[in-house]
């Protein structure tokens, strides 16, 4: 198989076509490499290639290899794209730059504590559960639009865009454009969505950001 750096030259590539058959500027769709399972060795050679953007789904597998890295690499964004539990807040808030996993009233109360409290502003997306699985966290779609607007009105958090995981069975199209469709009601800019298996789709639905790990890092 061809290395993690070669991957992530083609995805790049990838993207940039997508882009440009989406009629979207160049450049217009963040990637957001998602390292989850990978050690510090194998993502620093990605590093060394150009990408500074990554995407965690636990506080704390991202807290044993990040700082490291961030020292290293201080423009490094890192996001978290993985469930937040309340009494990881005050870990997030200190690592992440982007907290894409918003989805509930507490968790948007204590980050708002954090934030204040150690003076450090990571953005903030809402996720949205668009296919309401039971299973899968995120806001239901039709709760999406108040609960943006209660983020900043009551806890005072300015939220910049929104996420979803479309169900792994079904068409993502259709989730693609709800997402897109609910950003423009509740006002928010940032759109990410779209993973390994259907990046390009998204870009054509307007994502601003995709999060692709295996079709750079292999399978997990
Ligand atoms: C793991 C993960 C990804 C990346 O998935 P791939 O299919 O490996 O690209 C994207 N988003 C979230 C929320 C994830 O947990």
Request: net charge neutral; aromatic share 6%.
């Amino acid at each position: 198989m061809a290395s993690a750096v070669e991957q992530f030259f083609t995805v790049k590539a990838k993207i940039a076509t997508a882009e440009r058959e989406a009629g979207r500027k160049a450049g217009a769709v963040t990637l957001v490499v998602v390292s989850k399972t990978f050690s510090a060795a194998d993502i620093r050679p990605v590093i060394e290639a150009g990408q500074r953007v990554f995407g965690e789904n636990r506080v704390q597998e991202a807290q044993a290899k990040w700082p490291v890295l961030k020292e290293d690499f201080p423009d490094i964004e890192l996001h978290l794209i993985g469930p937040l539990q309340s009494n990881k807040a005050k870990e997030a808030v200190a690592l992440f730059d982007v907290i894409e996993t918003v989805d509930r009233e507490k968790i948007a109360a204590e980050l708002a504590k954090e934030i204040a409290r150690q003076g450090r502003s990571p953005k903030v997306y809402v996720q949205v559960n668009t296919g309401s699985e039971p299973q899968k966290a995120g806001i239901e779609p039709r709760e999406a639009v108040a609960f943006v607007a209660r983020c900043r009105s009551v806890h005072g958090l300015a939220i910049e865009g929104l996420m979803c995981i479309p169900p792994a069975d079904e068409n993502p199209g259709p989730h693609f454009a709800l997402l897109e469709k609910l950003s423009t009601k509740a006002g928010v800019e940032k759109l990410s969505m779209g993973m390994s298996g259907d990046y390009e789709t998204a870009i054509a639905f307007g994502a601003t950001s995709v999060r692709v790990g295996s079709a750079i890092f292999g399978s997990r």
